[in-house]
């Protein structure tokens, strides 16, 4: 069983910048692809990016490439998500999840976080 959580949302004006966290509990870490995802309300979760165990792969959707960074410290548990030049509709619950292979769907993932609430005011 893998326990995750996320920290680091909360109110930031566009344009500004936030670093979201997502800790793992176990030492299996390593042995998964981990991925970030949010969801709107009244829309369905979608995929934001993904890495892989070492980090030398990683995959993001067209809405954010260019703005947001994922990278992982397996001897921490630990997978980031850096989000610069935040908009208005990057406002979501954001959600990481392990599992694999390298996806974009949401069923490749094993296991999921609670969620932290990113808003981002205009």
């Known amino acids: 069983q893998v326990q995750l959580v996320e920290s680091g949302g909360g109110l930031v004006q566009a344009g500004g910048s936030l670093r979201l966290s997502c800790t793992s509990s176990g030492r299996t870490f390593s042995s998964y692809i981990l991925g970030w995802f949010r969801q709107a309300p009244g829309k369905e979760r979608e995929f934001v990016g993904s890495i892989n165990w070492y980090g030398y792969n990683t995959n993001y959707a067209d809405s954010v490439r260019g703005r947001f960074t994922i990278s992982r410290d397996n001897a921490k548990s630990t997978g980031y998500l850096e989000m610069n030049s935040l908009k208005p509709e990057d406002t979501a619950v954001y959600y990481c999840?392990?599992?694999?292979?390298?996806?974009?769907?949401?069923?490749?993932?094993?296991?999921w976080g609670q969620g932290t609430q990113v808003t981002v005011s205009s």
């Open positions: 999840a392990v599992g694999g292979p390298m996806s974009w769907t949401t069923q490749s993932y094993d296991y």
